[in-house]
């Protein structure tokens, strides 16, 4: 709840006039507790969790022509009573776990500082926290998930995320509760070393999930705009580790795919990747020298 009685008060505060955002906000936050304009992330999750796949069902139950290509594993398809499953599942984990863990976070989120007063954190400041809160991230997040493919990890808990072979927009989400409790720590690591207004903090939360969707896609599409994101890895990359499945030992990185070099735990991926190029190339090259002998044929017959 904002310390300011009216617009004028919270000005002369200030000592100048409210953005428009600002203004915005003051109108929507003055009279709400911080613990309801907090919760606004279960409102955010539960949107993301059953929209944003929703482009995804509609590729897999279709196969619309020219999009059908960009399939990773074509060969693999869900019917919409699968991808239905899936969502259920994925809510029942949401009403049981996500949401109260949600609710009952909020002390942790008030003791490193997140705030929601004024002024709005600038375009600039909203930016280079986010870009902190994703390299903190990915960085634990690696480590954990690596600590998960060991045999107790695997067997007790990441094994019901690696259900789904084939990952699809639903499946993002779903995972063991245990893992949920756990990736949480890294989700929340990075706005506890460099916390921020609540409003990064909700971009925050929904940027996150959407990347997690876009990477559990099961489609790599040329003009995605995180082809242009330095080292982000991409539906692409983390596919391959879903194909590969319980012994994966391979693209842990949730994010970008730094660590996974450094670590060496992409080996197996840029090995598939060689191989295919050269794939590829022998079977153009191939095609190019049966047209040139289908030629001098002709040539020599006239």
């Known amino acids: 709840m904002l310390p300011y009685h009216s617009l004028p008060e919270a000005q002369a505060t200030l000592g100048r006039n409210l953005s428009f955002a600002e203004t915005l906000w003051f109108h929507y936050s003055a009279t709400k507790s911080d613990y309801f304009l907090f919760c606004h992330n279960i409102l955010f999750l539960f949107l993301i969790f059953s929209l944003f796949p929703l482009p995804l069902v509609l590729l897999e139950t279709k ?51 997140i705030r929601t007063g004024l002024p709005l954190p600038s375009g600039w400041e909203i930016c280079s926290q986010l870009a902190v809160y994703f390299m903190v991230e990915d960085y634990t997040n690696y480590w954990i998930h690596r600590f998960l493919h060991g045999k107790w990890g695997y067997e007790m808990i990441h094994r019901v995320h690696h259900e789904y072979a084939a990952p699809i927009g639903f499946a993002a989400p779903y995972a063991h509760w245990a893992e949920i409790l756990i990736l949480g720590i890294p989700s929340f690591l990075g706005p506890a070393m460099v916390p921020g207004h609540m409003v990064t903090f909700w971009l925050w939360i929904a940027l996150r999930q959407i990347e997690a969707i876009d990477t559990h896609s099961g489609y790599d599409f040329p003009w995605s705009p995180t082809k242009y ?68 044929q002709d040539k020599k017959s006239d």
Request: with cysteine; charged share 25%; glycine share 10%.
């Open 63 to 113: 196969r619309l022509p020219g999009l059908d290509k960009y399939k990773i594993q074509p060969k693999v398809r869900l019917s919409f009573h699968e991808m239905f499953k899936c969502y259920k599942d994925v809510m029942r984990m949401f009403f049981l776990v996500v949401g109260p863990l949600q609710l009952v976070s909020y002390p942790a989120v008030k003791m490193v500082g």
């Open 229 to 296: 994101i330095p080292f982000y890895g991409g539906a692409d990359h983390h596919d391959y580790h879903h194909y590969v499945g319980g012994q994966s030992h391979s693209n842990f990185a949730s994010v970008f795919t730094y660590c996974d070099y450094i670590y060496g735990t992409d080996k197996g991926y840029r090995y598939q990747k060689k191989m295919i190029r050269k794939l590829k190339e022998e079977m153009t090259n191939g095609a190019e020298q049966n047209g040139v002998s289908y030629k001098t």
